[in-house]
């Protein structure tokens, strides 16, 4: 079962990939370590999602966003 829809998912990795690359700052310091700290779920959660859909094309997508999204933080 999966409990949000992929664009909630979707934008709220986008959410957090804000959040942490703002909170480099020496104040915002500790959300940057509690968010890092909770990454792991977050990306169970995509891979639920992933293979919730039957689409290839849906799965593809998810998958092209999420790999968009993780080049940019390297």
Same mark, same amino acid.
Request: hydrophobic content about 45%.
């Given at each position: 079962? &999966?409990?949000?829809? %992929?664009? &909630?998912? /979707?934008?709220? &990795?986008?959410?957090? =990939?804000?959040? /942490?690359?703002?909170?480099? =700052?020496?104040?915002?310091?500790?959300?940057? %370590?509690?968010?890092?700290?909770?990454?792991?779920?977050?990306?169970? %959660?995509? =891979?639920? /999602?992933?293979?919730?859909?039957?689409?290839?094309?849906?799965? #593809?997508?998810?998958?092209?966003?999420?790999? #968009? /999204?993780? =080049?940019?933080?390297?």
């Amino acid at each position: 079962d &999966v409990p949000c829809e %992929a664009t &909630v998912i /979707l934008a709220r &990795v986008y959410v957090v =990939n804000d959040l /942490l690359y703002n909170a480099d =700052n020496g104040v915002t310091t500790p959300y940057r %370590a509690l968010l890092q700290t909770e990454l792991p779920i977050i990306f169970e %959660a995509l =891979n639920r /999602l992933k293979n919730h859909y039957e689409s290839a094309i849906t799965k #593809k997508e998810i998958k092209l966003r999420v790999e #968009k /999204l993780l =080049n940019g933080w390297m």
